[in-house]
């Protein structure tokens, strides 16, 4: 099976901090369920944002879907990412834009037809109980109910890879359930691959998956 995401000895890093990724290489298949853990300043972040095209590769190869991330253009560059669903680790919501329409953000982007928008956009809201506050401004929002609006976003245009930076970090047992069950789902019945930065790994969900460890530089898998 063609890998959706392949890295072959991947290094990254940053001008000031130098190298924080050695010669990563790994393969991220479709539907695969992976896990990314790691300690603080290891290195988890900065493969997300590689993957995302927000870090240019500094040596060896990283191709997401067909595109080659080492000298991806602008414009194939928004077209990858308009197959991806991201979720940051700071949510990144448009403060200005109120609740159903940040969840409509990629559907716009992707030209869905308006009455396919609304419906898909609401269905959502329903999924992460949050139809109430559809009109809200996620400032008025609480920081759980924020990531569950976040993640609705990344799920919205059917992307088939979901990134997410720490989606249940300070989350109560309510939206991390939550959050984790639209993940599985999207994963199971979608086949959306879903590659997750995460301290905790939640066992009582029947997840098949992956596990990838960040140390010290080095990108190593784990049965
Ligand atoms: N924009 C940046 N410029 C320079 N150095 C950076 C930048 N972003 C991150 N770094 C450095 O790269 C290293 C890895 O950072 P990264 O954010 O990927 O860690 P992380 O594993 O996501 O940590 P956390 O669990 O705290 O989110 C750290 O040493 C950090 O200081
Ligand atoms: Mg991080």
Not at 67 to 73: D, V
Not at 133 to 157: D, F, M, T
Request: glycine share 6%; net charge positive; with cysteine.
């Amino acid at each position: 099976m063609e890998a959706i995401i392949q890295a072959k000895q991947l290094c990254l890093g940053y001008k000031r901090t130098g190298i924080v990724i050695k010669n990563a290489n790994f393969s991220i298949y479709p539907k695969d369920f992976v896990f990314i853990s790691g300690a603080s300043g290891s290195g988890k972040s900065t493969l997300l944002r590689s993957i995302y095209g927000n870090l240019p590769v500094q040596a060896g190869d990283l191709r997401v879907m067909h595109y080659n991330m080492k000298r991806i253009s602008t414009h194939r560059l928004a077209m990858l990412r308009r197959k991806l669903g991201i979720v940051f680790q700071d949510y990144k919501l448009i403060e200005d834009w109120n609740v159903e329409k940040n969840i409509a953000l990629p559907m716009i982007i992707n030209k869905f037809p308006k009455v396919e928008i609304k419906t898909q956009a609401e269905k959502l809201l329903s999924h992460i109980n949050l139809l109430h506050k559809a009109n809200k401004y996620p400032l008025e929002l609480s920081g759980g109910e924020q990531q569950r609006v976040a993640l609705a976003r990344a799920i919205a245009h059917r992307p088939r890879l979901i990134l997410c930076d720490e989606p249940t970090g300070n989350l109560d047992d309510y939206s991390s359930d939550m959050i984790w069950g639209l993940l599985k789902s999207s994963n199971e019945q979608l086949n959306i691959t879903i590659v997750i930065v995460t301290h905790r790994i939640p066992k009582h969900l029947n997840l098949r998956y992956r596990r990838i460890e960040i140390k010290e530089g080095l990108v190593n898998e784990y049965a």
